[in-house]
């Protein structure tokens, strides 16, 4: 038969083993808690890119007939070089046109995608009504600025 000494001792072993194994457990683990929530400071760089103009293929080119006083349609060829999406955000005159063609600021908003095929914008031109005869049969240049932004939104 075992004594009432040795139970309380065995007891006591296995008290201080249990509270031995927790108190362990709870520094390991806080160890463990450290490691993974570690932190450092410093900086990241990264470069942006540069935007590249559109490109406008032979100006803008009279399609149908023009005559004194006359309204027609001219077409702008625009493609986009760079690597995403861009719209469109105008199309605006450059200088003089000849023969007196003129037209008003347009905001098509036409979508491009990245490195676009080219896309033909058509607007209104208008010719003066005191264009000089020499303008009969003429090709008729428009020039014209093409604005872009990134991005499709509006």
């Known amino acids: 038969m075992t004594s009432s000494t040795a139970l309380v001792r065995r007891r006591s072993v296995r008290r201080g083993v249990v509270v031995l194994a927790l108190t362990t457990a709870a520094l390991g683990s806080g160890v463990a808690y450290a490691a993974w929530t570690s932190s450092g400071t410093g900086s990241a ?5 540069t935007a590249l103009a559109p490109v406008v293929a032979a100006g803008a080119v009279t399609t149908g007939t023009l005559y004194p006083g006359g309204t027609g349609d001219a077409v702008v060829t625009v493609s986009n070089p760079n690597p995403y999406p861009v719209r469109v955000t105008s199309i605006a005159p450059n200088g003089a046109g000849t023969c007196g063609v003129t037209f008003a600021e347009r905001f098509p908003g036409t979508q491009l995608a990245a490195k676009s095929a080219p896309v033909a914008i058509t607007f209104s031109v208008t010719m003066s009504v005191d264009a000089p005869n020499s303008c009969q049969g003429a ?14 939104g509006a």
């Open 45 to 49: 760089t990264t470069k942006a890119g």
């Open 139 to 152: 090709t008729i240049d428009v020039p014209v600025t093409v604005t872009i932004a990134s991005g499709t």
